[in-house]
């Protein structure tokens, strides 16, 4: 399966489970813009899967008022870029409701999707990685996989789980990412990053669609610097998995400063992306750097 | 030889007639100066009268309409041109079919007056006076590009011109902020804010009405109406239709947007209303688009090609246009086909450029984040690259 296909088997294991589960989005009924709920509605109805007009805050307040009821609530925004309109709703409301109402209420069973990250003539609004500002919102998780296998196993966690969740699909590889995915359904932990190579000189974090240039990077470092390389997916961003990537007292063993590759400080380019976005050159180059520090 | 000679003597002596013949021919075409038309009567809400129900065009104006819109035409079928042949990249959503709107909504207000819409803004782009050489060379991405090259087809600018904008509905509070100034100012200038069918259920659209009818901004909310919100159909997104009416306290009238006097007068009406003082006032234009939301949809997969077919032979606007100025003989046939022979030089010219012009040096990667302040580092992908920011 690709990772559109992932995504589509998830969404299927879950509204067979769960009868209180529904989908509902911009376009979500025919298919969705990147195909991913195509067939559910002809399979379970259409008041399980539904369109919503064009309306991010009330999308995201809509499920929010579904998830409080006990049902579970799969919301989809078009794309990451357009998820801002809602941020009140997830940071003042979804993430807060359990914790100001003495755990009265909660909307745990809402998850939101959103196509997320660059893909090469996206320009400003529909290349964003807007995971970082809610990075630091107490009561919400965030996680970004880097493949199909690892798209459904999140992705159920994230159904499953008691905590209003927003998961990031890397929109570049809707298609380009094709492997194995079992049928059934299965889990794959939250809050758990994933060592995918295991090093002993460096090591490399990634989320998403970067983990596979910086395994990328890796593999460049052990051929031409004979450099071994430890490369970490974070997979769950918030809360994330500090245990993996720095075991305690670390800061004090470090023999280079924590180098940071990412985008620019500028808002994502149009005609510029080819120089803006953290290529496996600028990473190898980081890379020679921290080795030669 | 000789033959040779002949011919090219007798090419020669034809290139000279030509001229005057066709001067003979614009002379002999009996033009009227002006006609006066019967446009369609706009559906009113909370308005006692409505614009007038005739219009009358020159001989002046009505060239000018046509040859706007036809440039528009010609303007967006190039794009797509280009972006088949992958010189324009991302995204670029075409207005073809709705010139009347860009076009009626410049006559009927002046040049110092400001207009802002969301990303189907090639036309208004053309019609605020950007040239059509920096339009497409925005849209390929290069120095020559009204916005440095940096914007795209969705974020493009010019004076009293406020894009070009991404985000759906995002443009309503901005136009009522660009009214509120104008109020201010005591300029007697307005602000004609654009959106779509789809923007007109986001709740920032509310919101911006309402601030516009309690502080009696001079804001003309224009809803176009092109039926379909990418491929969802207005029916199956609004509680109700009645687009015009959906500024529950704000006066609205429905336009037939196909139609560019009816656009004009409506415009006029409008613009009218809000120098006069009396507050905000929304505008409904019915019209259609021939292509797809963008270039990546096909634009069939919730239309039949019949009901675009039907509206392109029935409701086109250059073509509605055309008509009139044949049939009260403001111009005639080959006239408006020498200004359609030039209006293709100025867009394949246009094209040309946009095509070989270079694209903005890497160094302006960093410009015009900040403004004032003392060139700092912008930090690149690691920490070793850096550009420098200039305001």
């Known amino acids: 399966m690709n990772l559109f296909q992932s995504i589509t088997s998830a969404l299927d294991n879950s509204l067979a489970k769960d009868p ?20 559910l509605r002809d399979k379970y109805g259409k008041d399980r899967v539904f369109n919503t007009p064009l309306c991010e805050q009330g999308i995201v307040g809509f499920g929010i008022g579904i998830a409080v009821t006990g049902a579970t609530a799969i919301a989809e925004i078009q794309f990451a870029d357009y998820i801002f309109p809602a941020f009140d709703q997830i940071v003042n409301e979804a993430a807060k409701y359990r914790y100001r109402s003495g755990d009265l209420f909660n909307c745990g069973s809402l998850t939101i999707r959103a196509p997320w990250g660059c893909v090469g003539h996206g320009a400003l609004y529909h290349s964003q990685s807007p995971e970082a500002f809610f990075a630091h919102c107490p009561g919400i998780k965030v996680v970004v996989p880097r493949s199909p296998f690892q798209a459904k196993g999140l992705l159920l966690s994230c159904i499953e789980d008691k905590n209003p969740c927003i998961f990031f699909e890397p929109k570049i590889l809707y298609r380009a990412a094709v492997e194995q995915v079992p049928v059934e359904p299965y889990n794959i ?42 490369v970490i997916d974070l997979r769950t961003i918030l809360p994330w998995d500090v245990d993996t990537v720095c075991k305690e007292e670390c800061f004090l063993n470090l023999e280079a400063p924590i180098s940071r590759v990412c985008g620019y400080d500028t808002p994502f ?7 803006y976005i ?7 180059d980081a890379l020679r750097k921290m080795i030669n520090y | 030889m000789r033959k040779m000679l002949a011919a090219f003597v007798s090419r020669v002596l034809t290139g000279v007639t030509q001229k005057p013949a066709r001067r003979v021919l614009v002379a002999s075409c009996n033009y009227s100066k002006d006609a006066t038309f019967e446009i369609r009567n706009c559906d009113l809400y909370r308005l006692e009268g409505g614009p007038p129900v005739t219009a009358v065009l020159t001989r002046e104006d009505g060239l000018k309409y046509h040859r706007m819109m036809l440039a528009v035409r010609r303007l967006e079928l190039k794009a797509d041109q280009l972006y088949k042949q992958k010189f324009i990249r991302g995204f670029c959503h075409l207005c073809d079919g709705q010139e009347a709107c860009c076009v009626g909504l410049e006559a009927g207000i002046n040049p110092s007056d400001h207009v802002i819409t969301s990303y189907r803004a090639h036309g208004i782009c ?28 969705m974020h493009m600018y010019a004076k009293n011109f406020y894009g070009g904008n991404g985000i759906v509905g995002a443009q309503g509070p901005l136009g009522a902020g660009v009214a509120l100034a104008c109020k201010y100012k005591g300029n007697s200038e307005i602000c004609l804010t654009l959106y779509g069918d789809g923007a007109a259920n986001q709740g920032q659209i509310a919101e911006a009405f309402n601030m516009a009818a309690l502080w009696k901004l001079p804001c003309v909310f224009i809803c176009e109406n092109n039926r379909y919100a990418m491929g969802t159909a207005v029916e199956r997104a609004a509680a109700s239709t009645d687009y015009y009416k959906r500024g529950n306290f704000i006066p609205g009238l429905r336009v037939d947007g196909m139609d560019v006097l009816c656009v004009r007068e409506a415009t006029k009406f409008a613009a009218d209303y809000c120098r006069s003082g009396k507050g905000p006032i929304l505008m409904e234009l019915q019209t259609y688009r021939y292509h797809g939301h963008s270039m990546s949809d096909p634009g069939i997969s919730y239309r039949t090609r019949e009901e675009i077919q ?65 060139s700092f580092e912008v930090r690149g992908a690691n920490p070793w690259i850096k550009f420098k920011s200039l305001s």
Request: aromatic share 6%.
């Open chain 2, 310 to 374: 039907d509206v392109r032979s029935k409701s086109d606007p250059i073509k509605l246009l055309k008509d009139k100025m044949i049939n009260s003989k403001l111009a005639c046939v080959e006239e408006l086909k020498e200004i359609e022979v030039e209006v293709r030089k100025e867009i394949d010219d246009a094209a040309q450029f946009a095509t070989t012009d270079p694209e903005p040096p890497l160094e302006e990667l960093g410009h015009h984040i900040y403004s004032d302040n003392p």
């Open chain 1, 269 to 275: 380019p149009h005609i510029f992306e080819p120089f």
């Open chain 1, 20 to 39: 209180t589960a529904v989908i509902f989005g911009e376009d979500v009924a025919f298919g969705g813009v990147f195909r991913c709920t195509v067939g």
């Open chain 1, 189 to 230: 932990p939250l809050s758990q990053a994933e060592v995918i190579q295991e090093g002993s000189d460096i090591t490399l974090v990634a989320w998403g669609t970067q983990v596979h240039v910086v395994r990328e990077v890796a593999s460049m470092a052990k051929e031409k610097l004979g450099v071994s390389c430890e």
């Open chain 2, 126 to 153: 053309y019609t605020r006076g950007l040239t059509a050489r920096s339009i497409l060379a925005e849209l390929t991405g290069r120095r020559g590009g009204c916005a440095k090259g940096k914007g795209g087809s």
């Open chain 1, 278 to 284: 953290p290529d496996k050159w600028k990473c190898y």
